[in-house]
């Protein structure tokens, strides 16, 4: 069942609507503005609803702090270095917002956008968005759609898109997930297992420039379980230059997978996470930094941000692994998904 609510005006006027897609006791609340993820409430191990995404109570505060929280990201999730881009020949200059970089969509990228709502069945609502040619410089009209499904305790997001020119376009997903409640502040304390034999480094400036890096024998092994904070701290410089976890991992499989596993060990609620894209962004959310009851410090809340390899349209290793161009008459579509349950 779907129903909805105003969530108040945005500063310049629109009206913001907060879609609550229910099943059973069990609910997730979007929001056509950014097609925000600003709940997701399920049962705890001792059956008490439990709100496992960071979020806001009004829209101000999406406005008015960064972080990106619950947010559709595009058109380039990541980053892009310089926010250079080339497309059929002709060179592209991005917006930088990130250390001389392209991050997230750029200047006013679809985190801050509103999207067109319709319910598309009892228990998913579509999200639309024309982006024009050209907006933050980037060829092409493209038109995206993303479904946000709430069923037997699982998000699932599906996303398609088309252009009319030649393009480039990464989407993904910024929710920020806390298992023990989006109020306890910190997930260090968070189990997790990754399915992933490599990881992408990056320069000083967070930006992949070629190779990858095995897992193995270094404190980004998720390969077999471990808290989230057990070697956050480690001298690493990998880990340093992101100020904590804020990489991307190669997954193993190919197809629709489970990637990951991530359990709040004082609600026993777990997280299963599922695929079809070959990457994933693990953000220990380092640059939260706000304190109260709803503004986030350091590290209260985690990110799995499925996608391809950043700044792949500039290094050709990554690219080939999953292309991010984008030409007329192709569909971009993929599928990630996010179960809860009760830890065994």
Request: aromatic share 12%; with cysteine; net charge neutral.
């Amino acid at each position: 069942m779907i129903t909805s609510k105003s969530f108040g005006r945005t500063a310049a006027g629109e009206s913001v609507t907060a879609y609550t897609i229910r099943d059973g006791e069990a609910y997730a609340t979007i929001l056509n503005y950014g097609g925000i993820v600003q709940s997701i409430v399920v049962p705890a191990k001792n059956g008490s609803p439990t709100d496992v995404v960071l979020g806001y109570p009004d829209i101000a505060g999406y406005e008015q702090n960064g972080g990106y929280l619950g947010a559709l990201i595009g058109r380039f999730g990541n980053r892009i270095g310089g926010g250079k881009i080339c497309v059929d020949g002709r060179p592209y200059q991005l917006y930088c917002n990130d250390r001389g970089n392209h991050l997230h969509g750029g200047k006013a990228g679809f985190n801050s956008k509103m999207w067109r709502a319709e319910r598309y069945n009892d228990y998913a609502l579509a999200l639309t968005y024309v982006s024009p040619d050209g907006e933050e410089n980037y060829p092409g009209q493209l038109t995206v759609r993303v479904v946000y499904t709430f069923k037997e305790n699982t998000l699932t997001i599906d996303y398609r898109a088309t252009t009319t020119r030649r393009t480039v376009l990464n989407l993904t997903n910024h929710t920020y997930f806390n298992l023990n409640g989006e109020h306890d502040g910190s997930v260090l304390d968070h189990v997790m297992k990754i399915s992933a034999e490599t990881f992408v480094p990056t320069d000083d400036t967070m930006i992949p420039t070629g190779g990858f890096r095995e897992v193995a024998g270094t404190p980004f092994d998720f390969r077999t379980p471990k808290t989230v904070g057990l070697e956050i701290g480690a001298d690493d410089p990998d880990l340093k230059r992101g100020g904590g976890y804020d990489h991307c991992y190669v997954l193993s499989g190919e197809g629709f997978r489970e990637y990951a596993l991530v359990v709040g060990p004082k609600t026993g609620i777990a997280m299963r996470c599922s695929t079809d894209l070959p990457a994933v962004q693990f953000y220990s959310g380092n640059g939260l930094g706000q304190e109260g009851k709803h503004f986030y410090r350091k590290r209260a809340g985690l990110c799995l941000e499925t996608q391809a390899i950043p700044n792949n349209p500039n290094v050709p290793e990554y690219e080939a692994l999953e292309s991010s161009y984008l030409s007329p008459g192709q569909v971009y579509s993929h599928r990630s998904a996010y179960r809860f349950e009760i830890a065994k």
